[in-house]
């Protein structure tokens, strides 16, 4: 009689390692969560050398900004180049602008409930008068008035360099879509162009995960500017 344990195959001793979980403290959240914490900390303690760690949240922010243009072009492009069927490309354009206006209304519908039931900033008790308005200068000019044309005119480049070298995403979207429907349009002939742009499309988020192991440091750096100020307030405020 045949030994059935014999048959059956063996599970390699390095499958079985590979199986153990891995510690907490090597996953990327956790990380992040330990540069917060580890901020608040340096803040409350250390408001000047909190200061001046600023630039690592800024770095790291700029590090994420750089790719994001390249990001949007690459995977519009090859998904569209990918779709035979333009009715289908359609279909999930539309579906994608219905999933965007129903949850960007719904962020804003929970955003006033939170602004007029929680009410941040009702405690600090500032005099308006005493604000520095030169700090929101630029944000207030950017908010300004403007027509559907003007919209509608901002998002044609004036050249597809130019898009990409002022990171305008709205821009870079409308080049993304022309040239992916010209690709598909194509056909056969620009199958080489397709298969380029899907192998930057991973060569990119190559960089993304190369960038995303900074995001602890960037975390850190982000979080102990306003650690420190909150501290600072927190201190003129029990000396008055």
Request: aromatic share 8%; hydrophobic share 55%.
């Amino acid at each position: 009689m045949e030994d059935i344990g014999a048959t059956q195959p063996r599970v390699p001793a390095v499958a079985a390692s590979n199986a153990k979980k891995k510690p907490f403290y090597t996953s990327l959240s956790w990380q992040v969560l330990f540069g917060i914490a580890v901020a608040i900390v340096l803040g409350y303690f250390k408001p000047a050398t909190a200061i001046a760690m600023k630039p690592l949240g800024d770095g790291f922010i700029r590090l994420i900004t750089m790719i994001i243009a390249v990001i949007i072009f690459c995977t519009v492009v090859t998904g569209i180049a990918g779709m035979e069927d333009m009715k289908k490309v359609g279909r999930v354009g539309g579906k994608a602008l219905l999933y965007f206006e129903v949850v960007s209304t719904l962020a804003l519908l929970l955003g006033l409930v939170v602004g007029n039931v929680v009410k941040p900033g009702a405690g600090f008790n500032v005099n308006p008068a005493m604000l520095d308005t030169k700090a929101v200068a630029s944000y207030a000019g950017q908010a300004k008035a403007q027509t559907v044309t003007d919209f509608v005119l901002h998002i044609i480049p004036t050249t597809i360099v130019d898009a990409f070298a002022r990171g305008d995403i709205l821009q870079v979207l409308l080049v993304a879509i022309l040239f992916g429907f010209a690709l598909s349009a194509m056909g056969p002939r620009c199958k080489s162009v397709v298969e380029l742009f899907d192998g930057m499309t991973h060569a990119v988020f190559g960089v993304v995960n190369i960038v995303m192991r900074l995001a602890p440091i960037g975390a850190f750096g982000a979080m102990a500017l306003p650690s420190a100020n909150t501290a600072s307030l927190h201190s003129n405020h029990w000396r008055t």
